[in-house]
């Protein structure tokens, strides 16, 4: 027994405490504790006293009569927690699971890895799947696939299963249709349908004339679906036999070989000199008959225009700019066939000049 007396001064009062301490209340982590027995006792009157009593004697140093023990790291352990439940609703489990967790001499808890508690695990039995969410679930249509369309071209019918479910103890199980009468929601069981196959005759293409030939040498016309069972209404193209549809655009030189262009003779130039103008006929026509006709392509018609004598005049400023530039001997054998020419005019300008200056009189 431990005896405390009041410090320099005469007191009836003393602390008394037991030397021996209590067990350990936990062996390490730091949070145990260890307990033993003080009082307060009346050495006058020979009996224990109140605490206050001692208390109230400021030269008493009361002794401690608990203390921390254990202040040291645990060895690792597994400690066990609760999994999420498997379901929300109708009967689930929740699986616990495992971690390797240390406690430290200062009381914080820090994980390991799994394999610092390898050995442990063949000496415990780990705790039971526990059940939760055992409330039911609500009720809810389940849809199956659609089937097949009753018939093979047109307007038909579609079905599918439908069926009034509650997901209960891990299975969906059927339940009364009465309890999915409240329930909001596509539950239809059969619907109309069109087959992509079309019955034949039913519906026809049908195509406007052609357009006029473009300057691209293009023909376009309309082309639509018509139905025969609506007063031959107008309906979306998917209705017809899209590789039948006729060509809604085509190129001109397609009729190439049953029209043709025919041009006449050039007429004598506007001019002699000083740049004139010569014309010609063009028609279309029927390449068999020579017929006139109208499905010639424009962007294949000849020019009816053509320049001419584009030499200086005699008289003019630029005639002294006249000058032959070659090859005018094969032109000076045949002048009236290449003087009209604008090309050789040009390249053998005095040559074709003598030869315009001798048909018109001039010298």
């Not at 067990?23 to 109140?50: F, P």
């Not at 023990?69 to 498997?86: A, I, N, R, S």
């Not at 004339?209 to 309906?235: E, I, Q, Y």
Request: proline share 6%.
């Amino acid at each position: 027994l431990a005896v405390f007396f009041a410090q320099g001064a005469q007191s009836a009062l003393e602390w008394q405490a037991d030397e021996t301490w209590s067990r350990c209340s936990a062996s390490c982590g730091g949070s145990g504790l260890q307990r033993r027995s003080v009082i307060c006792y009346n050495t006058e009157k020979q009996r224990r006293d109140t605490w206050a009593a001692c208390r109230s004697e400021k030269s008493l140093v009361q002794p401690v009569s608990v203390r921390v023990c254990g202040v040291v790291d645990c060895p690792p352990g597994l400690e066990y927690k609760q999994g999420p439940c498997t379901h929300s609703c109708g009967g689930g489990l929740a699986i616990p699971y495992s971690t390797c967790e240390q406690k430290a001499s200062d009381g914080s808890v820090k994980t390991l890895p799994a394999s610092k508690c390898e050995h442990l695990k063949v000496k415990e039995d780990p705790p039971q799947p526990v059940p939760c969410n055992t409330t039911a679930c609500p009720v809810e249509y389940k849809l199956g696939d659609w089937g097949t369309c009753s018939v093979t071209c047109g307007s038909g019918l579609q079905t599918r299963e439908v069926k009034c479910t509650r997901f209960q103890d891990g299975v969906t199980v059927d339940v009364d249709e009465g309890l999915c009468e409240m329930l909001h929601g596509a539950r239809l069981s059969s619907r109309e349908c069109v087959d992509p196959r079309l019955c034949p005759g039913n519906y026809y293409w049908d195509e406007s004339d052609w357009s006029l030939c473009t300057p691209t040498c293009l023909k376009t016309r309309r082309v639509g679906c018509f139905s025969k069972k609506d007063n031959h209404a107008m309906v979306k193209d998917s209705y017809c036999d899209k590789a039948s549809r006729p060509a809604a655009e085509q190129h001109c030189v397609n009729y190439a070989s049953t029209y043709v262009w025919k041009a006449s003779d050039w007429g004598s130039c506007s001019k002699s000199c000083g740049s004139g103008n010569r014309e010609r006929k063009i028609e279309c026509v029927e390449k068999l008959t020579g017929r006139a006709a109208n499905g010639c392509p424009i962007c294949e018609k000849p020019p009816s225009k053509q320049e001419c004598n584009v030499i200086a005049c005699p008289d003019s400023e630029a005639a002294g700019e006249c000058f032959d530039l070659g090859y005018c001997s094969v032109v000076a054998t045949n002048p009236q066939l290449l003087c009209p020419n604008p090309k050789y005019q040009k390249q053998c300008c005095v040559t074709c000049r003598q030869f315009v200056l001798s048909n018109s009189g001039g010298k």
